[in-house]
């Protein structure tokens, strides 16, 4: 009896920096989801929110190669992830700042502080709560770096800024500064919590209800790596 081989895909992008003008020339981690998602090619497809998205692109081009590769099981489950709610922004933004804030250096820990402070006061604001309510997780990361959180707060203070909301432009410039800080700080391991930002930005953009028949992206994200423990908003 004659038997026939099922073929698959002739190839699959490989990732690395940068972007690219077709997948046979590689993909950087967006440029694969709109693979995958079966949009035209592209680094800002519509399957994906863009401050995920960015954060994204972000980590894909600061983690090393072999860091990179680690990243492949991460791009099914950001397809999807995507809407208009403001809280998106603030949390994506907000978990960012917080897992880079302690190790970043002395400069960026004051953007950072700030970023944080400023996250939660747009949460507060969206959720109806009082002005200076904090989460917990956002006390006790600021707590760890008193120098740059006094210096934010005596920046909110002195700026008499008074309104709550988070430009997305501010976001981007939160999470970029984030991943910079985590990929040049003096850490054992920044690939690891490079990895970890993405991660942490697919569990904070929260739930979304899965279409009929679909997997939830919860359901394919691959285990949590070790977070590190030495763990934020640049005017330039």
Known sequence: MRTETVKGPDFIPVLSRGKHRSPKRGACF???????????????????HPLLGE??????DHISDEGRARLVPLVPTVIGLTGNDPHIDARIAL??????????SAERQRVLALGVYACERALASLDGQPAGTMSQESRD????????????RRFLRDAGL????????????????????VAVACISD?????????????????????????VPATA????????????MWRSS
């Open 95 to 104: 978990g960012a700042a917080r897992r880079a804030l302690p190790v970043a």
């Open 162 to 181: 008074r309104s709550p909301d988070l430009r997305p432009r501010a976001a981007r410039r939160l999470v970029r500064c984030s991943v910079e800080g």
């Open 220 to 231: 394919l994200r691959p285990p949590e790596r070790t977070r590190h423990t030495t763990g």
């Open 55 to 60: 954060l994204a692109r972000l980590v894909n």
């Open 30 to 48: 967006m440029e694969f989801a709109s693979y995958l998602a079966g949009e035209h090619w592209s680094d800002h497809p519509k399957c994906t």
């Open 141 to 152: 990361v600021l707590a760890a770096v008193p120098e740059a959180e006094r210096w934010a």
């Open 190 to 214: 920044p690939d690891a919590l490079l990895e970890q930002l993405v991660v942490g930005a697919i569990a904070d953009f929260g739930p979304r209800p899965a279409a009929p028949g679909e």
